[in-house]
């Protein structure tokens, strides 16, 4: 059933697939990251969760992946597979259709700051269900701008002139380590970072690299 979250990305699809076309040109930490995670992945499966127009999922593919994508918007998707020549589906990252420990590595950008307190670890639960034993994966939230420190949320009615209903939370890296390592996904690297200039909306992010235990 689609939720206020999945409708808001329908709506706002094709102007967000615009507005950050070309983005990770000017993010190298960024890049640097998912060449990590593609390094990791080596020749295994990688889903792209939360991946939105694909972006990242095509530099991924790029740097040799075997990734598919998958998103909670349909039209998000449908945007992705538009634009490239790789596999995507809309998913719910709570409830992932994808078999147990199957895949090698995983990517989670900006998607989990839209799941609340009790929702965030059905999903981590979900991510270490799917890796393979001795599997990686990568998320990235924010975690304070101007106006929000971490636990805060905001609200957005309208984004570029489309009425939506989306709830950001600001998250603390400390609390998701918790979490993330109660689902059985142990801290591999931790990084902080301020926003690029003139790039994205000034907020601080952190990216956590995790890694299923191996058997």
């Not at 039209?75 to 709570?94: E, H, N, Q, W, Y």
């Not at 409830?95 to 895949?103: G, K, T, W, Y």
Request: glycine share 6%.
């Amino acid at each position: 059933m689609p939720t206020s979250t999945s409708r808001s990305y329908d709506t706002v699809a094709e102007r967000y697939a615009t507005e950050i076309a070309g983005e990770l040109t000017g993010k190298p930490l960024d890049r640097a990251l998912l060449d990590t995670l593609a390094e990791l992945a080596g020749d295994g499966p990688v889903l792209d969760i939360g991946c939105g127009p694909g972006h990242a999922t095509s530099y991924l593919a790029a740097r040799g992946a075997q990734v598919t994508g998958l998103d909670l918007s349909p039209a998000m998707c449908g945007v992705a597979r538009r634009t490239t020549a790789l596999p995507f589906a809309a998913a719910d990252m709570t409830r992932l259709p994808i078999r147990s420990s199957s895949v090698s590595a995983l990517l989670c950008l900006y998607a989990v700051i839209h799941l609340d307190a009790a929702q965030r670890p059905l999903a981590y639960a979900e991510f270490a269900r799917v890796l393979r034993p001795g599997g990686h994966a990568l998320l990235s939230f924010h975690t304070s701008d101007p106006d929000a420190a971490p636990g805060d949320s905001r609200h957005l009615s309208t984004w570029w002139d489309h009425p939506v209903d989306l709830t950001f939370h600001f998250l603390d890296p400390t609390a998701e380590t918790r979490s993330l390592t109660a689902a059985g996904l142990s801290p591999t690297a931790h990084l902080d970072r301020a926003p690029y200039p003139d790039t994205e909306h000034p907020s601080r992010r952190s990216y956590l690299l995790v890694r299923r235990a191996a058997v």
